[in-house]
Each structure stands twice: as C-alpha cells, then as structure tokens.
C-alpha cells in the first residue's frame, strides 16, 4: 500500500490515476468519436469545447497559485499568467492536438500538486515541477505506444511534443504564480 504523507495526498494521486485511465481508455476512440463528430456537423463546436476546457485550467492555475488571500498584484500577474497559457494553447492548434494540450495540462497540474503537497508534508521530493512535466511526459510517451498497437492508430512524436508543452506551460504557470506570490510577501523566492 502506497505511502502517502496527507489524505489530500491521496486524493490528487487518485484523481491522477483517473485522468491516465481516461486518456488511455480513448486511444481506439478518438479516431471513432472525431469521425461521428464531423458526420454529424458538430466538429466546428469542438473550438467553443477547447475554449471552455482551457478557461477551465486557467482558472485551475489560478487556483493553486493564489490559494488564501492575495493582493492585486498577485491577482493580475495569475490573470496575466493564465490569459498568455491558454492563448499559448489556442493559437494555431488543430481539433486533434487540442484534446491533448487539455488533458495533459490537467494531468501536469494534479502530479505538480501532489508532489508540492507531499513535499510540504515534509516527504523529500526533489524539484517537484520537473517530476511532474517528466511524469507528465512519461504517460504520454506510453500513450503513444499504445496507440502504436491499435490498427487505427499510429505512434506520433509530434503529439509527445505537444504533451510536454503543455505540461511546461501548466506547471510553469503554476510556478511562476506562487514564485511572484512568495516574492511580493517579502520571502526570498526559491526556484
């Protein structure tokens, strides 16, 4: 049974392993579900879907950056911080990477949290935003394999390089908020 230092703990990694059992769970039907899409004509509302779903991490990164009370400043560099990751994400992307830029942005925030909870319980955790984008990368690199096995199916760099981008922009938008927060209160910021 594994060890973990909170019950919040616990809850971020089972949350975690739900969003991996998801992406991997649609790897035979995305293909399916993108074609009943453009069948039926609602492939165009998939950009308000992406929309909604990128106000969504924003607002999650808001969220772990600014957790208690805040100043103005601290609201306005989060804001600023969340408006450039999801117009980061929005700019030029096709229907298809956009499934992954969401949850993969998702997935790098809840291992990120988990892993700064775990170290704030006094677990030794060594550089928790790298581990997390490495993580978050790794499930994607198996991601691709598996989609390698399914006949409709190929294995994609391309989409690996998305996945890492947008754990980098999730996580360091998380980073980058609570680094501004520590330095406005006065506390040297540490990396």
Known sequence: ?????????????????????????????????????RESGLLEYTASMFSGGMLLIGAMILVQGLRGRSRGVEVGFGLGVAAIAVLGFARGISAAERSHLIEYAVLALIVHEALVERKGQGRRVPVPAVLAIAGTTLVGVVDECI?????????????????????????GSSVSIRWVRRWIGGRRPSA
């Open 1 to 37: 049974m594994p060890d973990f230092s909170s019950d919040r703990e616990r809850r971020l990694w089972i949350w975690a392993l739900a969003v991996v059992v998801a992406i991997y769970s649609t790897a035979d039907l995305a293909r399916t579900l993108a074609d009943a899409l």
């Open 147 to 171: 989609q390698f096995l399914v006949p409709s199916r190929t294995f994609d760099w391309f989409d690996i390089g998305f996945d890492l981008l947008a754990s980098v922009l999730a996580v």
